[in-house]
Nanobody, 126 residues
């Protein structure tokens, strides 16, 4: 098991940047995927970006070139750098993890994620 705690959300103007962090309660040593998801009011949750235990990343088309997922294994922390933010990026952002995933690498977001953080709100104004 692992507990995940997100931070770094806030309110920014269009074109601004934010960096989200997700602190894991333990070292992620086994095969796994970690991801960032978001959910806006009235919309379904969507996968934003993922990274597997080998460091392979994947992104939703809507954020490619603007968002970057990364990790600091020494700090057991996952990051999401978000640049060129737009009002449509406004949502609650969640960090999630799954161990021994069925799909790895660029298909990480297709897994069912079992461990979730409490979320951090991102609001982008025009």
């Amino acid at each position: 098991q692992v507990q995940l705690v997100e931070s770094g959300g806030g309110s920014v103007q269009s074109g601004g940047s934010l960096r989200l962090s997700c602190a894991a309660s333990r070292e992620m040593t086994t095969r796994h995927c970690m991801g960032w998801f978001r959910q806006a009011p009235g919309k379904e949750r969507e996968g934003v970006a993922s990274i597997d235990h080998l460091g392979e990343t994947s992104y939703a088309d809507s954020v490619k070139g603007r968002f970057t997922i990364s990790r600091d294994n020494g700090k057991n922390t996952l990051y999401l750098q978000m640049n060129s933010l737009q009002p449509e990026d406004t949502a609650m952002y969640y960090c999630a993890a799954v161990f021994a995933p069925r799909y790895g690498g660029g298909l990480c977001l297709q897994n069912e994620f079992y461990y979730w953080g409490q979320g951090t709100q991102v609001t982008v104004s025009s």
